[in-house]
Structure formats: structure tokens, C-alpha cells
């Protein structure tokens, strides 16, 4: 670690001690280290698949082979894959009562098995599966289960499709989790971002609604984002290597100090 960086950290480290209230939002870039290729980098998913044809209104009512066939890869990457040191520091900052919840894109599941008390996921999760058609759910105990379906995988009462609940492309954002959200973002004086450019909404506004109120902002990306503008200090290093240092940093502190 450069000695810019760890400058940045520092003063990162302290406006999360001087806040009572943090809230982190989350992307695909905290998740890359643990195995799980960003889905529009070269060599993510986006590469092999294109999102029309499996992820969509239109997929989920025309192509359910193709739907699966992309739903088995996602969520075979998904059980591999493990939290990394940035997870687990956010993990940690939560425990000690300085992180009020993660807001998350991810549907990878990685923060709660970090052990995060709140997580909201934006995009839904890779975890719960129920019917298109119907809405029945079903229980998932793991791939195994899956690999026990023959694909692709149909409800037995009504024949439709049994999806995941994620957000599809064309689909509404869970209302329960932009409703959380926005209170959580309506009282937060501190909102870090890791490891998304701001690119996708409406997740990308969020930080906007805590700077808005005079909130401070931390982004920790692995280069400069359309959140130039309104950080307070922007951490330009991989997630794992600067959340943690900072987590130090911030439990070594009291509240307030
Ligand atoms: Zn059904």
C-alpha cells in the first residue's frame, strides 16, 4: 500500500469514527476478489451470455432452457465463492456498532455470510427461488438440490418457470428494499461506497441522498467514478486491502473521538 493511500485511509478512518450513524452500498467490485468476475467485465457472465436471451421478462416466458443454463452458472460461481478480507471488515465494523447496514447490488449473498446483521439487496438474491406463474416457493438447501432437478426447472403444480428472486432485466426494484433505504439513507451521516462506479440506478443515488443532507462520503474504487464530486475522500486501492486497514483504524477509535 502506497503512501497516498494510506494517507486516505487515515482520513477515511477518521470521518467513520466521527459518524453515528454508516450505512455502505456495495458492488461488484467488493465481490471480484472472492471469485466472482464483475457480470460486465471481460470474462463475466455478460461475456458468455447475453442478458436478453436469460435475464429478462421475454427469457423468463420464452427461454426457460437458456434462463437455467445461466442461473446453473451464476449460482455454481455463487457456492464457491467465499467472503473476502473487505466483506469481512464490514462484517467486523457492524459487530463493533459502526455500520448500520450494507446496501447491496451483489446477489451473490457474500455480506450475510460475512455475518452483516442488515443487508439490503437491491437486485434481490440468488438463494430464494419461486414460481413465475404461481409464486409458490421453494426451498433451496444448496446445488445439490438443484443438481436433483431436471432442467429446466418447473413448478410441479402450474408448469411455469421457478426463477430466482432476482431482478431481471425490465424489473421493478423490490419495494421493501428501496423503502429501506431510502429511510436508512434519510438518517445516515455517513455513507461508504466500495466497489461500484455509480453506474446502475437506482442504486447509484443513494450516496447522493446522504451527501445531500451534509453527509460524508467515503468510496473506496479501484479508480476514479462518477463519485468524484461529491466524496469526501476517495480511496483509489483493492477493497481488501483498504477496508480492513481502515476497519482498524475505526475500531481503535471511541464514537465521537
Ligand atoms: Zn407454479
Request: hydrophobic share 40%; glycine share 10%; net charge negative.
Amino acid at each position: 500500500m502506497d503512501a497516498e493511500v494510506r494517507k486516505k485511509c487515515e482520513q477515511a478512518a477518521r470521518i467513520w469514527g466521527e459518524s453515528e450513524c454508516a450505512i455502505a452500498l456495495t458492488g461488484a467490485g467488493i465481490s471480484v476478489p472472492s471469485g466472482i468476475p464483475d457480470f460486465r467485465s471481460p470474462g463475466g457472465l455478460w461475456s458468455k451470455f447475453d442478458p436478453n436471451e436469460v435475464c429478462s421478462q421475454w427469457a423468463l416466458e420464452n427461454n426457460p432452457r437458456g434462463v437455467w443454463e445461466f442461473m446453473l452458472e451464476a449460482v455454481g460461481m455463487f457456492s464457491r465463492a467465499e467472503p473476502n478480507p473487505a466483506h469481512a471488515a464490514l462484517a467486523d465494523l457492524d459487530k463493533k456498532g459502526r455500520l448500520e447496514a450494507v446496501v447491496t447490488q451483489n446477489i451473490d449473498g457474500l455480506h450475510q455470510m460475512a455475518g452483516n446483521r442488515e443487508v439490503i439487496e437491491f437486485h434481490g438474491g440468488c438463494n430464494r427461488f419461486f414460481c413465475h406463474k404461481c409464486g409458490r416457493e421453494f426451498v433451496f438447501n444448496g446445488l445439490e438440490d438443484i443438481a436433483e432437478v431436471d432442467m429446466p426447472w418447473m413448478c410441479f403444480e402450474c408448469g411455469g418457470i421457478v426463477r430466482p428472486d432476482v431482478v431481471f432485466f425490465g424489473e421493478q426494484i423490490p419495494f421493501k428494499a428501496l423503502a429501506r433505504t431510502q429511510d436508512l439513507a434519510s438518517r445516515a451521516d455517513l455513507v461508504v461506497v466500495v466497489g461500484t462506479s455509480g453506474e446502475v440506478a437506482p442504486a447509484n443515488t443513494v450516496p447522493h441522498m446522504v451527501t445531500s443532507r451534509g453527509g460524508r462520503m467515503i468510496e473506496i474504487n479501484l479508480g476514479p467514478t462518477l463519485y468524484a464530486e461529491i466524496a469526501d475522500v476517495s480511496i483509489f486501492a483493492p477493497a481488501q486491502e483498504a477496508l480492513p486497514r481502515i476497519g482498524e483504524m475505526v475500531s481503535a477509535r471511541q464514537p465521537g473521538v
